[in-house]
């Protein structure tokens, strides 16, 4: 097992287009969604966007609610297996409600995905505190 340092860590999460989000509920089941996300610092920020969903009472939102411990996993795959490599993102999320917070995240996210700049997520926004980061390479 290859663990990467912070900075080598930090930079494929920042190259990356999707991660998963992995929430509990109150039952204690776990839920994993992909998501989009930005970094700003230590603080990790997703947006409920306008793709068709069944319901916008989000099962990971009602989670994050419960138990705002989550984890977020940003990997990599492909057939040589030299080049394997994951980081998990373990932190405490919250339903981001402050209006200067809620515009920094958006304007991240437009700056990364230009879906979000052609229609600005509805919201809402998450913001998750980042507390541990640990990950693994093949090479």
């Not at 097992?1 to 509920?25: F, H, I, K, P």
């Not at 373990?90 to 995240?105: F, H, I, K, S």
Request: aromatic content about 8%; overall charge positive; glycine content about 6%.
């Amino acid at each position: 097992m290859n663990a990467m340092d912070a900075a080598e860590m930090r930079r494929r999460v920042e190259a990356a287009r999707v991660a998963r989000l992995a929430t509990s509920g109150a039952e204690g089941r776990v839920h994993i969604v992909p998501i989009c996300f930005a970094l700003d610092g230590q603080t990790l920020y997703f947006a409920v966007d306008a793709k068709p969903k069944r319901t916008a009472n989000l099962k990971r939102l009602r989670n994050i609610a419960a138990h705002p411990e989550v984890s977020i996993l940003v990997d990599h795959y492909e057939e040589d297996w030299d080049n394997l490599w994951w980081v998990r993102l373990d932190g405490m999320a919250r339903v981001e409600t402050q209006p200067g917070e809620v515009d920094l995240a958006l304007k991240l996210l437009a700056a990364r995905y230009v879906q979000y700049r052609v229609s600005r997520p509805a919201g809402p926004v998450v913001a998750v505190a980042i507390e541990r980061m640990t990950g693994w390479s093949a090479s």
